[in-house]
């Protein structure tokens, strides 16, 4: 198959088109800073131009564009967070439109934090409770579900009847690669300093990366599927457990604790935001547990320590 990854460049495109170019498919890059070398194809996108080409006549879609959550919540930031989500989705959609051969499915990226902040339950396609009207929680969290729920809505309206949609609500991908949240949950555990944050009583969710590419080609197989999915492993745990079992996978005895003020120096530090550390993800995979599919890794400690064998292998 032909597959087009607008904005494949970041850690996901790199898990992504690894694993797919390994299957023996044909992958195609688009990114604002193409490299030559790697046959990337340049695009803005806001725009429409030669990209397009692309886009006609393959077989799937999966736009990963969007600048990266990782960073100061400034008002310039978050501008930039829903923008570059928003107009990606829109020109992507228009791309599709305009194909005389068009994809059969387009994968839209979104995330699992467009769900409420809850311990008491966990989040499914189903039941879930969508985010942004929380008490006790800083008004500004609220922008993050703005942006994934316009992200998700320039999706559905994009006029592409003839390729199937899905919106993918993907927790943290976690991966052996550098610069990933992995890589930077381990140095901080490598470090001492995985602890409980504020207690941790927040729930975490992730995805092993390999099940991550294998439930991305089981949504392109099964053509029943449409709309949004979640992508997670269906066993999410508190904050404090997460790291306890990261601790474990690498063999650091002891995470030192810190508290929410804590917390806030060190995202400052690191030039983060605290919402990615307190915000409670509690998501599990209702669509894709339904439709069949089987996760490889389910539960966090044994993904762990697949993910930290593949660090020290690395």
Known sequence: MKIVLPGGTGQVGTVLRRALTAAGHQVVVLSRQPAA?????????????????????????????????????????????????????????????????????????????????????????????????????????????????AWEREQEQADTPHTRKVALRSAMVMSPDRGGVFDVLLRLARLGLGGPVAGGAQYVSWIHDRDFVRAVDFLVARDDLAGPVNLAAPAPLPQRAFMRALRGAWGVPVGLPATRWMAEVGAFALRSDTELLLKSRRVVPGRLLEAGFVFDHPRWPQAAADLAHRVRSR
């Open 37 to 149: 070398d790697r046959g990337e194809v340049g695009w803005d996108g806001r725009t429409l131009g030669p990209w397009t080409e692309e886009i006609d006549g393959s077989d799937v879609v999966v736009n990963l564009a969007g600048r990266s959550v990782s960073c100061r919540y400034t008002p310039a930031n978050l501008k930039a967070m829903m923008d570059s989500r928003v107009e990606s989705a829109r020109i992507v959609g228009e791309a599709i439109a305009a194909s005389a051969r068009p994809p059969r499915v387009w994968l839209q990226m979104s995330t699992a934090t467009v769900y409420a902040h809850r311990f008491d339950a966990a989040n499914d396609e189903a039941t879930g409770l969508i985010g942004g009207s929380e008490p006790d929680v800083p008004d500004y969290w609220a922008f993050s579900v703005d942006i994934a729920t």
